[in-house]
């Protein structure tokens, strides 16, 4: 009886971590939550996670806080929620990268299809591509042309290897068939600021970064990678109204807890992203940004675990055709 009294007395001083009864479970949440942002602050994927945050803390009635870990990529942030305790207090809100990591890292530190427990689909946010204000070329073809022009010299921004951006810009340089020299930071929010001020050239990047800038006329925009026009980016044209077929594509984003986490943890956090993604304010600020939460049926483990698989096989051979890999 000796023997287990000092542990007691620890588990209840919560210096030993007891594990998660069903009890345990069901009074979740009662404490802060975190979710890893794998990109800097400031950027598309931390204004899409503020937003969602904010909504889902009104629900869960505790605080829902965000931690910005970014660098390649997004993998250290998403290794960093993958060796989190999974207890639900520890979140991951990541985008299509969680895919193409799969494929562009021959090693990751965590294998995207069985480290995390799926929590559900968040939004798919349109591309555009843009350059700083002052760039000579005014529409995309006089782009292409003037970057086949000066290859050497003109620099693409990216938030490294496994972001959009950087996907986005794979497929553009293969597109014209024009390598070129790509600048990496730790998310296109302060990619954006450089771009602003005319430290870097051009960039693809998603509407929740760059439709305010655009409208301000901060940056030049010469396509959308979507298939329609934008409603509120009307005057933009689509990527293939500039004449460049076959690049249509959009950045779906999802949140994660780690493996292992309670299923009943999992069901709240579904329901909790369910509730913030229907919240009338949310829907707006995504209109304003140039996107839409998902509809409820996709805010689920299911839909979210299906798309990461179908993901990593949709992206696996493309990546394997452009031979380009981070290690
Ligand atoms: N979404 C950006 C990208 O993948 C990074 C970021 O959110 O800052 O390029």
Not at 133 to 146: A, G, H, R, W
Not at 214 to 227: M, S
Not at 238 to 263: C, M, N, Q, R
Not at 318 to 325: F, K, S
């Amino acid at each position: 009886m000796r023997l287990f009294k000092p542990l007691a007395a620890m588990l209840l001083a919560g210096i030993v971590a007891a594990p998660l009864s069903s009890g345990q479970a069901q009074d979740y949440p009662n404490n802060t939550i975190t979710v890893i942002v794998p990109f800097s602050a400031g950027g598309p994927t931390d204004t899409v996670t503020r937003l969602v945050a904010e909504a889902m803390s009104a629900n869960l009635g505790q605080q829902v806080i965000v931690e910005n870990v970014g660098g390649a990529g997004g993998t250290v942030g998403a290794a960093r929620a993958a060796k989190a305790e999974p207890d639900g207090y520890t979140l991951l809100l990541h985008h299509i990268g969680m895919a193409t990591s799969a494929t562009l890292y021959r090693k990751l530190p965590y294998d995207p299809k069985t480290a995390f427990a799926p929590v559900g689909l968040v939004t798919e946010v349109p591309m555009v591509l843009i350059a700083r204000k002052d760039f000579p070329p005014n529409n995309l073809q006089e782009l292409i042309t003037y970057v086949k022009e000066h290859k050497d010299e003109v620099t693409y921004a990216n938030a490294g290897i496994g972001a959009a951006s950087h996907l986005c810009g794979m497929l553009f340089m293969q597109a014209i068939q024009t390598p070129l020299t790509t600048v990496p930071y730790k998310g296109t929010g302060p990619a954006m600021t450089d771009l602003i001020g005319g430290q870097v050239d051009f960039l693809c990047d998603q509407t929740t970064n760059t439709t305010n800038q655009i409208k301000a006329g901060e940056v030049k925009a010469y396509g959308v990678f979507t298939d329609q026009r934008l409603a509120n980016l009307p005057d933009l044209p689509t990527v293939k109204e500039g004449g460049v077929d076959g690049l249509s594509f959009a950045i779906w984003h999802g949140l994660y807890a780690p493996a292992g986490t309670p299923e009943p943890v999992v069901a709240r956090l579904s329901e909790a992203l369910k509730v913030a993604l229907a919240d009338p304010k949310v829907i707006e600020r995504f209109g304003e940004l140039g996107t839409a939460p998902v509809p409820a049926d996709q805010a689920t483990p299911a839909a979210l675990q299906a798309k990461v698989l179908s993901e990593i096989d949709r992206w696996k051979p493309v990546i394997e055709q452009a031979g380009e890999y981070a290690d």
